[in-house]
């Protein structure tokens, strides 16, 4: 009896031993390792807040806030896959600017070094790191990136998002009230509701377009002794695309979003800004390439690419009627819902006659299928914005 | 990621935007091959592939200068 009690004893331990190592091994299984030496406090707060934090944060335009750990969808261990799809598909950050082209003002390229730290992280388990080191709650803070505008034009009535409507573009004539003609050296848009405001462009009515506006961008000005001619009277056009995040979905949203004008003086003689469009073809398949020619000698200061998809790469360059090949501007996987104004660091001077060359490449297919929903997309274009040459 | 941490001072500065930009695609598209491979997707992880061996030439080129 003893022994058999010694047996059983025995036996029962090592049946013990067994289920706590199998209860240890699928609790382990359930959990993902944490193989990523960087920690969201030490070392992802800090690449979160200073390239994604303009948008990703709290009340702000993105869907989700990136600025805490793991505090329900508005933190990011949740979205860490999604983080990663977005990275190594080319998605995030939205600046698709190629190094390996002209500089370009502005931007917020994410250096590999980094990338390689949110990759490594959000594959290897999300860690914490210390708590102690629990970064302080960040929010969104709306303001005029370029300080407060000369003027600030509002919205005549707001706008209603009704409760059934995710996604919608609608355009509103703005009176700018000038009595006078002025030149505006920048334009910018402060959005009423961030939560919808998704993108937008602000032009003269029937006329010139003055900004193309992103959330998260920085205001650039045109370059220093050219600008933008309102006439007195002036009225504007302002295009917003609408978009409810998955949060809001099925809510009544208002916005009433304002223009924000900042004035210069008058430039010198005919440094006023123009722009000359290059239309690509209507359906674009694989690669494209598509021109015009400049009419009169410019100085582009700008470029303003409209996507109809997603590329792997537009390469706008100028040849000028020498034979010269001018690069003027080079994106990377660019997505048509980012539309922007390109403000060329260094303008280029192009001689009447010259030749404007743009090539666009589909994206690797392992890119392309991914199969990422696209937000919005426009006509195919690129317009060069520019002053007239040699004056 | 070594190549562009430590040794991106080594090349002249002209390269070194390029080196930059290779070791961002090269960086994007291993992480998708590993993906790819874990799913086992053959067309995405073979365009991962071929983006991963351009960004690897264009590095290699970038630091042809200092071999």
């Given amino acids: 009896?003893?022994?058999?009690?010694?047996?059983?004893?025995?036996?029962?331990?090592?049946l013990g031993v067994l289920l706590a190592v199998a209860a240890g091994y699928f609790k382990t299984e359930a959990h993902k390792a944490i193989t990523s030496p960087y920690t969201y406090n030490n070392d992802i707060f800090p690449i979160l807040?200073?390239?994604?934090?303009?948008?990703?944060?709290?009340?702000?335009?993105?869907?989700?806030?990136?600025?805490?750990?793991?505090?329900?969808?508005?933190?990011?261990?949740?979205?860490?896959?999604?983080?990663?799809?977005?990275?190594?598909?080319?998605?995030?950050?939205?600046?698709?600017?190629?190094?390996?082209?002209?500089?370009?003002?502005?931007g917020f390229a994410m250096g590999p070094a980094h990338s390689d730290k949110l990759l490594t992280w959000a594959i290897g388990g999300t860690p914490e790191g210390d708590p102690a080191k629990k970064p302080i709650p960040v929010t969104y803070q709306p303001r005029w990136s370029g300080g407060p505008p000369d003027l600030r034009l509002p919205m005549e009535s707001e706008h209603t998002m009704a409760e059934g409507v995710s996604d919608e573009t609608k355009e509103f004539v703005i009176s700018t009230g000038l009595s006078q003609q002025r030149w505006v050296k920048a334009v910018d848009l402060m959005p009423g509701s961030p939560e919808i405001v998704r993108?937008?462009?602000?032009?003269?009515?029937?006329?010139?377009?003055?900004?193309?506006?992103?959330?998260?961008?920085?205001?650039?000005?045109?370059?220093?002794?050219?600008?933008?001619?309102?006439?007195?009277?002036?009225?504007?056009?302002?295009?917003?695309?609408y978009r409810k995040q998955w949060q809001n979905e099925g809510k009544v949203i208002k916005d009433r979003s304002a223009i924000g004008l900042y004035f210069t003086p008058r430039p010198s003689a005919d440094r006023e800004i123009q722009s000359f469009a290059v239309d690509g073809p209507k359906e674009s398949r694989g690669a494209t390439t598509f021109a015009g020619s400049l009419p009169a000698g410019a100085r582009v200061v700008a470029i303003?690419?409209?996507?109809?998809?997603?590329?792997?790469?537009?390469?706008?360059?100028?040849?000028?009627?020498?034979?010269?090949?001018?690069?003027?501007?080079?994106?990377?996987?660019?997505?048509?819902?980012?539309?922007?104004?390109?403000?060329?660091?260094?303008?280029?001077?192009?001689?009447?006659g010259s030749r404007i060359e743009i090539t666009a490449t589909p994206p690797s297919a392992y890119i392309e299928l991914a199969g990422a929903q696209l937000m919005k997309a426009y006509p195919l274009q690129v317009a060069l914005d520019y002053v007239p040459a040699g004056r | 990621m070594a190549l562009v941490n430590d040794h991106l001072n080594e090349i002249?500065?002209?390269?070194r935007s390029v080196a930059e930009n290779a070791a961002d695609r090269l960086l994007r598209a291993a992480y998708a091959i590993d993906n790819f491979g874990d799913l086992g997707d053959r067309e995405k992880l073979i365009s991962a592939y071929e983006t991963f061996v351009v960004a690897v030439n264009d590095l290699k080129s970038a630091y042809a200068s200092i071999r």
């Avoid at chain 1, 009896?1 to 090592?14: D, K, Q, Y």
């Avoid at chain 1, 303009?54 to 896959?81: I, K, Y």
């Avoid at chain 1, 933008?228 to 302002?238: D, E, N, S, T, V």
């Avoid at chain 1, 000028?320 to 280029?348: C, D, I, N, S």
Wanted: net charge positive.
């Fill in chain 1, 1 to 14: 009896m003893r022994r058999f009690g010694s047996r059983s004893l025995v036996f029962l331990t090592a």
């Fill in chain 1, 199 to 241: 993108n937008a462009s602000i032009s003269l009515e029937n006329g010139l377009v003055l900004a193309v506006w992103v959330p998260g961008d920085n205001l650039i000005s045109a370059p220093a002794g050219t600008a933008f001619r309102l006439p007195a009277g002036a009225k504007l056009r302002l295009q917003i695309h």
């Fill in chain 2, 12 to 15: 002249p500065t002209r390269q």
């Fill in chain 1, 49 to 106: 807040r200073d390239n994604c934090g303009r948008c990703h944060v709290e009340g702000g335009p993105a869907p989700m806030s990136l600025m805490a750990w793991n505090d329900g969808p508005n933190s990011a261990t949740p979205w860490a896959e999604s983080i990663r799809q977005l990275i190594v598909g080319e998605q995030m950050p939205p600046w698709y600017v190629d190094s390996r082209g002209p500089a370009i003002k502005g």
């Fill in chain 1, 304 to 352: 303003r690419p409209s996507l109809d998809r997603v590329y792997g790469s537009v390469a706008v360059q100028a040849i000028t009627p020498a034979g010269a090949k001018v690069p003027l501007l080079r994106l990377r996987g660019p997505r048509p819902e980012w539309r922007r104004r390109y403000w060329l660091a260094q303008p280029v001077e192009l001689p009447a």
